[in-house]
């Protein structure tokens, strides 16, 4: 019988073509580049052909080592759903889940449900990875993720989606602004405001807009940021108005400011906050019931 390219081979050989370079890829992996190089040495080895191109600047693929990679991202998920499998079998929470949270959620849902959840499933083990939602679902296709908790929809292929709760935008702005003190308040009027919103990239910003029927050239934009607390200071400031997700306040982020918050008189004005997992994964049932977790924490 004919030798046979270990998980651990095929592993390597994808860190290197995710990273292109050697040292980053045995980070990645936890080993040495020496131990990185020759497990990919040995996998090339074992196939009878080169997988990669080597140079003193950069990690080529050859046209046979991407097929190979593409190959192999399919069996490591596959073992991956074996193993989640058998955990699932267990009794739910029992075990570890990996799970992805955007930014703009983390900091105002985790604390409660990491205490609500230690308290109810001591043997649960969470690990969070905080990241942009289309960084964390490229993880989540990896495999390196279980489920993801982010605003919704998100364009994915392949994917379940469960939306779980609503999540209101509020108007932030100064005392001394027009807008605190309209009767009633419409989206409308934010047409032509200077409008502080994250950077390209944080889906909040493309939600807040949508929400409010809004698009880009329709208001003004002074100043971009990556944070949530950095948009209230510039509020505070003077320096133009925000579209703040009732989470954030209720997590009493508008503290020691004298910012105005005023609801909006529309209907809607709001982002779905929901759960995303794989299709085929063995484990929704459990996903579903961190879901019913999930709102019943935000509920109370």
């Keep these: 019988m004919s030798r046979q390219p270990t998980l651990k081979q095929l592993r390597y050989l994808c860190a290197v073509a995710e990273h292109g370079h050697f040292g ?21 080895d074992t196939l009878g052909a080169p997988l990669v191109e080597r140079s003193n600047r950069q990690v080529l693929l050859t046209v046979l080592g991407e097929d190979v ?12 759903d074996i193993v989640a499998s058998c955990r699932a079998a267990a009794e739910p929470f029992a075990g570890a889940m990996r799970l992805g949270v955007i930014p703009t959620i983390a900091p105002f849902i985790l ?15 969470l690990f969070i990875r905080e990241d942009l939602s289309e960084h964390l679902v490229e993880a989540l296709n990896r495999g390196e993720l279980d489920v993801l908790l982010l605003a919704l929809p998100f364009p994915a292929q392949g994917v379940e989606q469960r939306p779980l ?34 950077e390209d990239g944080h889906c909040l910003r493309e939600h807040a807009l949508e929400a409010c029927k809004l698009r880009d ?17 510039m509020v505070a400031n003077g320096i133009g108005v925000t579209l703040l997700p009732r989470m954030a306040l209720e997590a009493n982020l508008l503290a020691s400011t004298d910012i ?10 709001e982002r779905q906050i929901g759960l995303l ?8 049932a459990e996903f579903r019931l961190l879901g019913d977790f999930i709102a019943a924490t935000q509920a109370r």
């Design 24 to 44: 980053h890829a045995a980070r990645a992996c936890h080993v040495s580049q020496s131990t990185l190089s020759a497990g990919i040495a040995e996998l090339e």
């Design 277 to 284: 997992w794989r299709r085929k994964s063995p484990r929704q």
């Design 165 to 198: 709760f609503a999540d209101e935008f509020l108007l932030a702005c100064p005392a001394s602004h027009p807008l605190a003190e309209a009767r009633p308040l419409h989206t409308a009027a934010l047409r032509g405001a200077d409008l502080l919103l994250l």
């Design 111 to 125: 604390p409660a449900l990491l205490r609500e959840l230690r308290e109810t499933y001591p043997e649960f083990r």
């Design 69 to 80: 990679v593409a190959r192999a991202g399919n069996v490591l998920l596959a073992v991956e």
């Design 217 to 233: 050239a329709e208001v003004s934009v002074p100043y971009q940021a990556t944070s949530l607390n950095t948009i209230v200071q």
């Design 260 to 269: 105005i918050v005023r609801a909006f008189d529309d209907p809607g004005v």
